[in-house]
């Protein structure tokens, strides 16, 4: 597994979610170098960026998620996270980890978000 991304699950529209993910072995240098982004696909549809959050801390998210959802890093522990507050079904998809480390492209294994109205 490239990357490990794990918090999926079911909730009721209105509630929280916390994706994490992780690359396996990183060492913290190369980790806190490393750009991170949190990708979205749906059935039929192409996949899309949701967030993204660069080495030196810069982050950017989406407009549909804009207020709601926050991508974050934690250098102690080498992990990526993406904070999901006030969930709306059409936010039900899979979610992919995605990770640029050292010049190379990561994917997580995708974890299903499913909000239920």
């Known amino acids: 597994v490239q990357l490990q991304a794990f918090g999926g699950g079911l909730v009721q529209a209105g509630g929280s979610l916390r994706l994490s993910c992780a690359r396996p072995?990183?060492?913290?240098?190369?980790?806190?170098?490393?750009?991170w982004a949190w990708y979205r696909q749906t059935p039929g549809k192409q996949r899309e960026l949701v967030a993204s959050?660069?080495?030196?801390?810069?982050?950017v998210h989406a407009d549909s998620v804009e207020g709601r959802f926050v991508i974050s890093r934690d250098n102690a522990k080498k992990r990526v996270y993406l904070q999901m507050n006030s969930l709306k079904p059409e936010d039900t998809a899979v979610y992919y980890c995605?990770?640029?480390?050292?010049?190379?492209?990561?994917w997580g294994q995708g974890t299903l978000v499913t909000v239920s109205s």
């Open positions: 072995g990183i060492i913290s240098s190369v980790f806190w170098g490393s750009d």
């Open positions: 995605n990770a640029n480390i050292m010049g190379s492209n990561y």
């Open positions: 959050l660069t080495g030196d801390g810069a982050a």
